[in-house]
């Protein structure tokens, strides 16, 4: 039996017969609960009374424990245990029992009401757990799949309410609650921004676990996401976006997104220009992440930024007050600086990188990623001319009072120019200080401890006479 924590109680989640996926199969009857057996129970343990001839021991068919008959005496039907004739119900399951059975309901009324007591009994510690154990959770689920716009809001609510409790999330997934969020979406849009602010924080808490992110993926999460990325209102806008972010952490989800029949790429590129600071800068990042993958994905990435009007051209150059948002632009064009195919399309992006370098002192992430972007452009001869006017600004912003990350990033871009024109670059070196160059070199110990070991095949230790 799998026991779970839940708000301090120990929790037996409801399981279903055949398939978990109450999504997909609504009809979902639950498993019968394993009756405590007569002799174990010598009182009520809802009212402490002790059981004798008179005080008679009953059974809940619900959960199967021995009650008085004062706290046993409702009798409710329990289609959700497949039962026709109305059974024996004791005070603790009683509430949740019969919400859980009212939201078969035929009629909308009773169905909007079910929804709205099991949204919110979520939010009572005390009955959280009760809604767990006797198929509250599915019920909700099933709830997913009405039209009744006043449904789903409670079925929103109490979704998000149960994905805040992290014990669940196994239970949730295999319940199909993502399908169900995603169900929402599509059904409501942004037309009602409490509903569609709860469903999309449920699927950002989801996607926060590594295995929950390509369920959400396979379940339907792009499309709902992407098309509420859109939305005028930007809160959603902002939610739907961070929680993209949070899927494509996965490499392996990148695939999906550049194949996505939503233009999901060229709509991040677009969303770089929006007018709001704060998803510019969780678009940049999600674009970052978009832009660790391998060549086909970079290319890819540079030819929809180059049909929609070089959008990352223009977010990096904006003046945003907000500088994180020029940080993960570096951080994109560093990525798809290492793309070899790529490297005259992107002069560019190199020339602006250049220019941005002299003004990020105070960012040291900033600093990193564009010197990392000049490292990796450096590895190209073809741009060795036009990154010289560069090293002087390396040298002095970089190396003298950079961080350690920024400045071995500069070693990079130096060493990779040395090797392509030793003769400009060295006396670019002698004019702009070579001795801070010399020792950052020095600083780095392994590195040096290469070039002696490669330099021992050449210049060997030990001799025979010449
Ligand atoms: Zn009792
Ligand atoms: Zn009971």
Known sequence: MDYIKLEGYTVLPARVEGSPDVFQCPRFVLMKPAWIPDSDSSFCNLCNVKFSQIKRKHHCRMCGAVRCAKCCNEKISLPQLGLVEPERVCEDCRDVCRTVSRARSSLESVLIDAAKCLASFCQQDKQIKHVVELGGMQSLIMLAVTENVGVLAHVASGLHTLSTHPS?????AEAGAIKAICRILSRIGDSREEVAIDAISALMIFCRSQDLKNKALNDGGLKSLLSLCWSERAAISLLAISTLGLIVENTGNHEAIFESQHDAVARLLQMTTSEDEQIQEVTLKTLAFLSMGGPVHKHKLLQEDFSTGRCLERAFNSC???SQILSNAACVIANLATSEEDQMAMHELMAAVSRKLPGSERHTELMCHLTRALANFSQFKPNVFHLLDAVPAVMSHVLRSGPAPAREQALRFLLNLLAHAP????????????????????????????????????????????
């Open 423 to 466: 003769d400009q670059v060295s006396s670019l070196l002698v004019k702009n200080d070579a001795y801070i160059f010399l020792t950052t070199l020095g600083e780095s110990k392994s590195l040096l401890e290469n070039v002696s070991s490669s330099l021992a095949h050449s210049a060997p230790a030990v001799m025979k006479p010449m």
């Open 168 to 172: 669940l999330h196994k239970y949730l």
């Open 320 to 322: 945003p007050s907000n």
